[in-house]
């Protein structure tokens, strides 16, 4: 149990209204934005994925807390910005083909984006060809791929050797994360970089790109 418990609670159950208003609540009182996303938000999900494995809820329940997270990150999202108006780089990022998970994607880009990197988000089943292409037509500095499905996964490698076989992987770093995704598995696909969280992801991107 913590302060964040009835925020928790509503987006468990997907009760948009309250835990919008909870959401409010808590920034209103002036809380530390993290810790409403971590303790709040973040919390409420790892409890709605053991429901879900444990059979207690399905996907449509699985869908409207998701949903009411996506809202309730709405609110949130202006006070991630660290006012620097200045692009540090350009980002192009995605959730791998097969893959409509768009949570956590959404979350690393929302705190890119806020730390001073221009994002163009590509959104879900993202295929490796897609990936390249957007790549090329923005100059991207980086490219970050997002997989929460053990079986999406392989749609990382696949997009790295697309970047490889355009001549980009070189011009590119590339940093990939995602629930099952580890350490371990960025290094054996030749990934540039891996974050294990949305935070994370700002300080490894800022070091893929020599940004201190
Ligand atoms: Co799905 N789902 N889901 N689901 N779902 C999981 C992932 C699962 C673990 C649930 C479970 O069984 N416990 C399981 C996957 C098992 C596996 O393969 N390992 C699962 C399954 C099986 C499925 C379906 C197959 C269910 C079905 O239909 N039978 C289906 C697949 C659909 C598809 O994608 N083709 C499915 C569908 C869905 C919904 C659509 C209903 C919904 C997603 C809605 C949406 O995203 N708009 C959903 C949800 C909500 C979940 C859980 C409950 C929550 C995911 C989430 O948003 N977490 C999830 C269980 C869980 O994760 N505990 C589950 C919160 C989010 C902030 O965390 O995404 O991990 P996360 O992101 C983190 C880090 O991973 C990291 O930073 C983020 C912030 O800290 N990160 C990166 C993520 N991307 C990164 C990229 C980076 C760096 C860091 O660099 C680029």
Do not use: W
């Amino acid at each position: 149990m913590n302060e964040y418990e009835s925020l928790t609670q509503a987006v468990i159950k997907g009760d948009i209204q309250l835990a919008v208003s909870e959401t409010r609540k808590y920034v209103d009182a002036g809380a530390d934005v993290q810790s409403i996303l971590d303790k709040g938000l973040i919390a409420a999900m790892d409890t709605v994925g053991e429901n879900f494995s444990t059979g207690r809820i399905f996907v449509p329940q699985m869908l409207r807390s998701a949903k009411t997270m996506q809202e309730c990150m709405n609110i949130i999202k202006p006070l991630f910005q660290e006012g620097d108006v200045t692009t540090k780089g350009t980002v192009v990022i995605g959730t791998v083909k097969g893959d409509l998970h768009d949570i956590g994607k959404n979350l690393v880009s929302m705190m890119l984006e806020g730390a001073g990197f221009a994002i163009t988000d590509l959104g879900v089943d993202v295929p490796p060809d897609k990936f390249v292409q957007k790549a090329q037509e923005v100059g991207a500095d980086v490219v970050g791929m997002s997989a929460l499905l053990s079986i999406t996964m392989p749609g990382m490698p696949a997009t790295i050797e697309a970047l490889t076989a355009s001549g980009l992987k070189e011009k590119v770093k590339v940093i990939v994360g995602g629930a099952p995704v580890t350490e371990k598995y960025a290094n054996e696909i030749d990934a540039d970089g891996y974050a294990p969280d949305a935070a994370t992801a700002v300080v490894e991107v800022k070091k893929l790109l020599g940004i201190s």
